[in-house]
């Protein structure tokens, strides 16, 4: 029904930035909160980044002041700003965004299929 495309991802050098898009189609009726999780080798999934669709943003301690979360609710996308990146940030970044479909009377979180980000020191 729907479907988060991420992209943006790739290899960067410590210190450099990054611009993560997630695109959502399907028969979608409306998109509360969206946000983007990060899964490094070896760890458990965890939350980057979230916002509203009023665009209030929370970020993990780890990563505010360098990443910016927006999104463009016009075109059911959401972003992620990612500067001063450090080896630390190397991970699989996944977009998550919970949405009602034109035939659904509730919430489902729908996740994209992950992009890479390595970042070398």
């Known amino acids: 029904q729907v479907q988060l495309v991420e992209s943006g991802g790739g290899l960067v050098q410590a210190g450099g930035s990054l611009r993560l898009s997630c695109a959502a189609s399907?028969?979608?009726?409306?998109?509360?909160?969206m946000g983007w999780y990060r899964q490094g080798s070896g760890k458990q999934r965890e939350l980057v980044a979230a916002?509203?669709?009023?665009?209030?943003?929370n970020y993990a301690d780890s990563v505010k002041g360098r990443f910016t979360i927006s999104r463009d609710n016009a075109k059911n996308t959401v972003y992620l700003q990612m500067n001063s990146l450090k080896p630390e940030d190397t991970a699989v970044y996944f977009c998550?965004?919970?949405?009602?479909?034109?035939?659904?009377?509730?919430?489902?979180?729908?996740w994209g299929q992950g992009t890479q980000v390595t970042v070398s020191s």
């Open positions: 399907g028969m979608i009726a409306s998109i509360n909160n």
């Open positions: 916002i509203t669709r009023d665009g209030t943003t």
């Open positions: 998550n965004a919970d949405v009602t479909t034109i035939r659904s009377y509730g919430w489902n979180t729908y």
